[in-house]
C-alpha cells in the first residue's frame, strides 16, 4: 500500500507596500494568523507548507484584509460572495 506523501508548497504574494501577510485556508482552519509569510526586498512575500495530496482552499490576509491570489487561475465562490484559491497537491 502506498502512503500519501506530503509535498512542499511554496505560496507567494507581491504586496510591496505591505506590512504583514498572512495564509489562510482549509489546511488551517481559516485561521488569519497561524501562518505568516516572509518578505523579501522585492516586496514579495512567501511562506511554504508540507501538504498531503488533496486540493485545497485559501486566501492571503494582507494587513487585515482578505485577498485572492492574482497568480492562481482555479478558484471556487465562497459563503461571502468572493473567491477563494484553490490549490491541487
Not at 31 to 53: F, I, V, Y
Not at 59 to 75: Q, T
Request: hydrophobic share 35%; net charge positive; proline share 6%.
Amino acid at each position: 500500500m502506498l502512503r500519501s506523501r506530503k509535498k512542499r508548497i511554496v505560496f507567494q504574494l507581491h504586496a510591496p507596500g505591505a506590512k504583514a501577510v498572512f495564509l489562510a485556508g482549509t489546511f488551517n482552519e481559516w485561521d488569519p494568523a497561524s501562518q505568516p509569510m516572509t518578505r523579501n526586498g522585492n516586496g514579495e512575500w512567501k511562506t511554504a507548507m508540507s501538504l498531503k495530496p488533496g486540493t485545497y482552499e485559501y486566501r492571503f490576509v494582507v494587513d487585515g484584509e482578505w485577498r485572492d491570489d492574482p497568480a492562481c487561475e482555479a478558484r471556487h465562490l465562497n459563503e461571502f460572495g468572493t473567491y477563494n484559491s484553490l490549490m491541487y497537491v
